[in-house]
Nanobody, 126 residues
Framework: QVHLVESGGGSVPAGGSLRLSCKARGSTYSRNCMGWFRQAPGKQREGVAVILIGGTEKNYAGSVKGRFTVSQDNENTVYLQMNNLKSEDTAMYYC????????????????????WGQGTQVTVSS
């Protein structure tokens, strides 16, 4: 079992920055890959960034590449640094974990992420 808790969301003007944190507890075997996803009202949940825990592999959605950076400081905390935020980045952001390293890519199966946090809201005003 894995428990995930996000923090760091908020409201910022366009061009601003935020850093989201995701603290994980529980089975490390079940979270070989951690991902950040977002869902805006009326839209499908989409992958933003994923990171292979303990490795160097990271993957980003095209819409955030060059602006967002995913990182980890240990096996238990993953971050999403978001710079040059745009109004279209407004969404609920979720942290999720999967045991499958092969699925650690943007566009991979969301269904394979068995563990999810409660989400943290990011609002960017134009």
């Amino acid at each position: 079992q894995v428990h995930l808790v996000e923090s760091g969301g908020g409201s910022v003007p366009a061009g601003g920055s935020l850093r989201l944190s995701c603290k994980a507890r529980g089975s490390t075997y079940s979270r070989n890959c951690m991902g950040w996803f977002r869902q805006a009202p009326g839209k499908q949940r989409e992958g933003v960034a994923v990171i292979l825990i303990g490795g160097t592999e990271k993957n980003y959605a095209g819409s955030v590449k060059g602006r967002f950076t995913v990182s980890q400081d240990n096996e238990n905390t993953v971050y999403l640094q978001m710079n040059n935020l745009k109004s279209e980045d407004t969404a609920m952001y979720y942290c999720a974990a999967t045991r499958w390293a092969w699925n650690c890519v943007i566009g991979g199966s969301i269904q394979e992420y068995l563990y999810w946090g409660q989400g943290t809201q990011v609002t960017v005003s134009s």
